[in-house]
């Protein structure tokens, strides 16, 4: 793989999310019971790790640019804002044999932070975080926690889901997202760092792949 450029550091007002999973081009293993449990305070320690584990994968294949190469629990504020998604808004963990393996954060739209994200015109609820454990890659955990995401979303009475995500490198995250039945629909940039905007109409057929 080409080394990419010196890290670029995020604005300390944006607060990315991953699912790391899309960038996992692992053949499929059999798929484990996933148990997805709301989530606590209690949670957020065992949430940063999973984070700096996807930091340090994603250098370890030289991705610097999208979370920069400063393990998340030491970033600026990294910690609090963590605990802060599991005081303030609606966390969700995904389990496998009683061991967080993943976790989803929804709220009722996008970071206020970031103007560049457009507000939506219509009750919505939108992914904060989405985070799977790199140990446990391949099983499906990811597209688990978006599907929860839909049946939480549709239980509200909510007919509009959105994502945003990094728009960079190969695509790869954008593309795994649209697999799981979301629709992009605005680009937009925070400083270098390239996003992307996706939507799903949970109330709509729509095809999804792990």
Partial sequence: MVPHPAPRPLPATYDPRVNDSAQDHES???APAIRIRRGTPH???RVLEMLDGAVAWMNARGNTEQWGT??????NGGADRVQGYFRDNDPFVAELDGT???ALVLDTGP???VP???RADEP????RLLITDR???GHGIGAALLAHAVEVTRRAGVDLLRVDCWAGGDGALVAYYERNGFRSTTRFQVGSWPGRVLERRVNRAASVIN
């Fill in 70 to 75: 400063t393990p998340y629990s030491q970033t």
């Fill in 28 to 30: 499929p293993r059999p």
């Fill in 135 to 137: 140990r446990h890659a």
């Fill in 43 to 45: 949670d957020a320690p």
């Fill in 100 to 102: 967080p393996v993943g």
């Fill in 124 to 127: 919505e609820r939108y992914v």
């Fill in 116 to 118: 560049a994200i457009p």
């Fill in 111 to 113: 970071n206020p932070k």
